[in-house]
């Protein structure tokens, strides 16, 4: 009897010495909208994939563009969002820190606070030569109900915007296109 209380004691005390488990990016994710008064995402296996081909062709091509696999509107229309956005990056090895930069962009941070979305995809791959990580993250949410105005067509057909960063100073601007919305570069 006593070896099998010492035995669960020296368990739980391992247990507690045990770093935390880390957080899933969709929830590093719903952490920060959280924050901002915004709903939490859950991971959706049809984001995912987009992601991933995203991640893949820009790893393929070792470039970092929104415009790898073609057009995000045609990219995103299997997931049938109402909204959806998308970040990309290339650098680090790990979510968190991807994630940071993300957050300290003006823009990936829109694209983070993405009102009411509900669902996000989040993948990463290397490069030829294994030393360069791109990672792509796409988020959505839902249509709005019909006469909320903001974002609508005049027949009240949603839009699907991105928004987009330039690629940093280290790698040639491979577009000049800041904002996407509906095919139209502004």
Not at 48 to 70: C, E, F
């Amino acid at each position: 009897m006593q070896r099998t209380v010492g035995g669960l004691i020296a368990g739980v005390l391992l247990l507690a010495a045990a770093p935390a488990m880390a957080e899933s990016p969709a929830e590093l994710i719903s952490g920060f909208r959280l924050k901002h008064g915004e709903v939490r995402v859950v991971r959706d296996a049809t984001l995912d994939r987009i992601a991933m081909d995203q991640a893949r062709a820009m790893a393929a091509k070792d470039d970092l563009s929104h415009d790898a696999l073609g057009p995000f509107n045609r990219r995103v229309a299997p997931a049938g969002a109402g909204r959806a956005a998308e970040n990309i990056a290339y650098g680090y090895d790990n979510f968190e820190k991807t994630l940071g930069q993300w957050i300290d962009s003006s823009g990936h941070r829109k694209n983070l606070l993405l009102h009411n979305a509900s669902r996000v995809g989040i993948a990463s791959a290397r490069n030829a030569s294994g030393k360069r990580t791109y990672w792509a993250m796409v988020i959505a949410g839902d249509y709005e109900p019909k006469g909320k105005g903001k974002g609508k067509k005049k027949d009240g057909e949603p839009l699907v915007a991105v928004k987009r960063e330039a690629a940093p100073a280290s790698k040639p601007k491979s577009s000049s296109c800041h904002i996407k919305l509906l095919s139209l570069c502004i």
